[in-house]
């Protein structure tokens, strides 16, 4: 099993700031087959970037994903209030599809 | 326009089976692997399992922790999804998402997830 470890736990952030997500992966992720998710409060999570670097629909460009083997980052350029929120990173190479711990992003 | 919609949470006793219902429209079913996802009170998502296309067998893979309980199967025709889960445990209590993958493009589509309480 690919264990993915996300760093900070929190990011204590002000609307503007950049922000910048670590993801893990315990052992090579087969195809760089590595995504983000954001999760608001109540609501289903959404993906952001796939194959480490893809952004998916309708996903505006301050969002972007870098990385590969076992370490990968997703950078916000210019938070805007609607991305204070959690962000999963996911491995879906291999079974188990694996999560991280999540990352919560919050208004400082 | 492009939906998942979730059906068939509940409450449940240990022990018991419920069945959920992913039903989907807006995309051509048949040519997609379906998985779900869940979410424990307060915690992080976790992969349940999935079960791929028919030019792709068909076949289903599952997660340690539910397999042999839990079974997902899919009917082309009618553009659903299940998730049958047999011999429910407390630590099954969970938000249920339906997802559409995985592809190269990892799990694209969410629907808004339905809740199972499993308790006495």
């Known amino acids: 099993e690919i264990v993915l470890t996300q760093s900070p736990g929190t990011l204590s952030l002000s609307p503007g700031e950049r922000a910048t997500l670590s993801c893990r992966a315990s052992?090579?992720?087969?195809?760089?087959?590595l995504a983000w998710y954001q999760q608001k409060p109540g609501q289903a999570p959404s993906l952001l970037i796939y194959a480490a670097s893809s952004r998916a629909t309708g996903i505006p460009d301050r969002f972007s994903g870098s990385g590969s083997g076992t370490d990968f980052t997703l950078t916000i350029t210019r938070l805007e209030p609607e991305d204070f929120a959690v962000y999963y990173c996911q491995q879906y190479s291999t079974s188990p599809r694996t999560f991280g711990q999540g990352t919560k992003v919050e208004i400082k | 326009e492009v939906q998942l919609v979730e059906s068939g949470g509940g409450l449940v006793k240990p022990g018991r089976s419920l069945r959920l219902s992913c039903t989907t429209s807006?995309?051509?079913?048949?040519?997609?692997?379906m998985s779900w996802f869940r979410q424990a009170p307060g915690k992080g998502l976790e992969w349940v399992g999935f079960t791929r296309s028919k030019p792709y067998g068909g076949t289903t893979e599952y997660a340690a922790s539910v397999k042999g309980r839990f079974t997902i199967s899919r009917d082309d025709s009618k553009s659903i999804a299940y998730l049958q889960m047999n011999s429910l445990k407390t630590e099954d209590t969970a938000v249920y998402y339906c997802?559409?993958?995985?592809?190269?493009?990892?799990?694209?589509?969410w629907g808004q997830g339905t809740m199972v309480t499993v308790s006495s």
């Open positions: 807006g995309f051509s079913f048949g040519d997609y692997a």
């Open positions: 997802t559409r993958g995985p592809s190269n493009m990892a799990f694209d589509l």
């Open positions: 052992q090579s992720v087969s195809s760089n087959y």
